[in-house]
Every structure is written in C-alpha cells, then in structure tokens.
Nanobody, 124 residues
C-alpha cells in the first residue's frame, strides 16, 4: 500500500505562485512514478505533469509547460509542484498519484494510488 498526503494550495491572484507538495509513504512497487492531475468542476481529471524517481526527470502538459515545475529527489519521497504565473484557468482541485514503473503516464487510470486532493483557486 502507498499513502499520499498533499499539502499546499489555496487562493492566489492571477500572476501569482503556489507550491504543492505530495509526500508518499509505504511501498508497493520496485520503481515509482508520480503524476500530478487537476480536475475542474464537472470535468475529468487532466494530466498536469509527472516525475520519474528513477530518472530524476519531469514531464509536463503543454498547458503548464514553462510555468509549472515538478521536482523531487532520491533521498526524499516528497515531490513538489511549483506553479508560477497562475491564471484563473488553473483553478481546480489538484491531485498527486503514484504508479509502479519508471515513467509517469498521462492517463489517470494508470495510477492506483491517489492523494486526497487540494484546492487551488486563482482570482482574476
């Protein structure tokens, strides 16, 4: 079993920044990858980006590339999502999720473990 605890989020004005963190505990796979998703009201979860612990590398959705940065380290089970230059379209509930394997995937169904979600609201 893997447990994910998210922190961060909140309310920020357009152009501002927020940082989310996701701490993972437990063990279910030999290798892990983490994905960040967001969900707008009435919509499906959307891939934001992901992190590979094995490669120490991150991937991003086009909608956030250049504004969001995902980072983590081998010595820590915590991955951070730094969000800069936020706009009202970034308002959503943000989730972290973990899957077995080297690379994150863009499909939410690939992830068996999920955090509780945290609200990010960007005012105009």
């Amino acid at each position: 079993q893997v447990s994910l605890v998210e922190s961060g989020g909140g309310l920020v004005q357009a152009g501002g920044s927020l940082q989310l963190s996701c701490a993972a505990s437990g063990r279910a796979f030999d290798t892990y990858a983490m994905g960040w998703f967001r969900q707008h009201p009435g919509q499906e979860r959307e891939f934001v980006g992901g992190f590979s612990w094995s490669l120490g590398a991150a991937v991003y959705a086009d909608s956030v590339k250049g504004r969001f940065t995902i980072s983590g380290g081998n010595a820590t089970n915590t991955v951070t999502l730094q969000m800069n230059n936020l706009n009202p379209e970034d308002t959503a509930v943000y989730f972290c999720a973990v899957r077995g394997g080297i690379m994150p995937r863009r499909e939410s169904g690939e992830y068996p473990y999920w955090g509780q979600g945290t609200q990010v609201t960007v005012s105009s």
